[in-house]
């Protein structure tokens, strides 16, 4: 199974409401984690079950989707935010990472 | 504190061997499955392999079969990655990570900060 995520970057500014998608090639059900991946630094777990907030990350996170087709939203853009986002799924015992959507500075 | 530290990163030349450690602290390491995630330079985050609690079951991308072994001693707290045959694709930073894996979810919560393998002459 392949994860496609789109867009693969976007320009967004404070305030802003961003949305990414996440796309498998089969369904998946709920297995489906979001991690935030800021330059030089780990994974950081975000989102995971399609939809559960970790704890700790704040509510602007959210995310949705079962089946094939997955959104996180960042319903305010804030500074912190700008990185890279990565979906995961679990398939066959495989954790397939997607390819990535860099939130930069407008 | 939970935490994960990796070690036993360096440069090797193609075709050697690495073994990379992960010691494990602030929380029950035999209970979690545990995951190596690696990140080629520049590049996205690709998974390598998962283990159980009791490493009975081990799990490879496709890529590493056959060349990566996964292993865990839960007396010692410490995962493991056993590397050879190494080529310069696997050149990466190299992250252990808790893996929580039940019914409709599997995740990594807890991730070390990384070491880094480069293969090259």
């Known amino acids: 199974i392949q994860l496609t995520q789109s867009p693969s970057s976007l320009s967004a500014s404070v305030g802003d409401r961003v949305t990414i998608t996440c796309r498998a090639s089969q369904g998946i059900s709920s297995y489906l984690a979001w991690y935030q991946q800021k330059p030089g630094k780990a994974p950081k777990l975000l989102i995971y079950?399609?939809?559960t907030l970790q704890s700790g990350v704040p509510s602007r996170f959210s995310g949705s989707g079962s089946g094939t087709d997955f959104t996180l939203t960042i319903s305010s853009l804030q500074p912190e935010d700008f990185a890279t986002y990565y979906c995961?799924?679990?398939?066959?015992?495989?954790?397939?990472f997607g390819p990535g959507t860099k939130v930069d500075i407008k | 504190e939970v935490q994960l530290v990796e070690s036993g990163g360096g440069l090797v030349q193609p075709g050697g061997s690495l073994r990379l450690s992960c010691a494990a602290s602030g929380f029950t390491f035999s209970s979690y499955w545990m995951s190596w995630v690696r990140q080629a330079p520049g590049k996205g985050l690709e998974w390598v392999a998962n283990i159980k609690q009791d490493g009975s079951e081990k799990y490879y991308v496709d890529s590493v079969k056959g060349r990566f072994t996964i292993s865990r001693d839960n007396a010692k707290n410490s995962l493991y990655l056993q590397m050879n045959s190494l080529r310069a694709e696997d050149t990466a930073v190299y992250y252990c990570a808790r893996v929580n894996w039940g019914p409709y979810y599997y995740y990594m919560d807890v991730w070390g900060k990384g070491t880094t393998v480069t293969v090259s002459s």
């Open positions: 079950a399609a939809s």
């Open positions: 995961q799924q679990l398939n066959s015992y495989l954790g397939t």
